[in-house]
């Protein structure tokens, strides 16, 4: 069984009403969690390139770059034409990007919500997706108490 069917939660993947890039995040992480996500990309291996190189870093240095140094990231695709961009800003946040244009319908919404559910099964801790531009108002999210991806804000009447 969805996690989430598209009829209920697809006003939450309007790239006109949500901006296009999503945020998602793992709150109150470390760089052990990084490290645990950057070994669940090579373990599924999930097709991956890094801004500098195609390797998969390690967290570890990543995270502890200058203050000045260019912020690299990871893309990960986790399916085909389904692609999450890791920022590596911080070290207590785990934070991605997803392209809501790539995400439309009930088939790729199975696919984004068991990425999410890899990662915080991954980690045991929520994975919460904040409309683009409004960081710290989640609207969906993994629970791990539901081990399931759950709505964490109402449906906009559309």
Request: hydrophobic letters at 45%.
């Amino acid at each position: 069984m969805a996690d989430l069917l598209w009829d209920d939660v697809r006003c939450f993947f309007d790239p006109d009403l949500m901006g296009s890039l999503p945020d998602l995040r793992v709150p109150d992480a470390s760089v052990e969690d990084w490290q645990a996500v950057l070994d669940l990309v090579e373990a599924r291996g999930w097709k991956c390139q890094y801004s500098e190189g195609e390797t998969v870093p390690r967290a570890e240095s990543v995270l502890s770059r200058l203050a000045d140094a260019e912020c690299p990231n990871l893309r990960v695709w986790p399916a085909a034409g389904v692609l999450a961009i890791f920022r590596f800003l911080d070290d207590q946040v785990v934070d991605f990007d997803v392209d809501l244009r790539e995400l439309q319908g009930q088939e790729r919404l199975d696919v984004f919500c068991g990425f999410l559910r890899e990662i915080g099964r991954c980690l045991g801790k929520p994975v919460l997706m904040d409309p683009e531009g409004d960081y710290g108002h989640p609207v969906l999210g993994f629970d791990v108490g539901a081990d399931r991806v759950v709505l964490l804000a109402e449906p906009l009447v559309m």
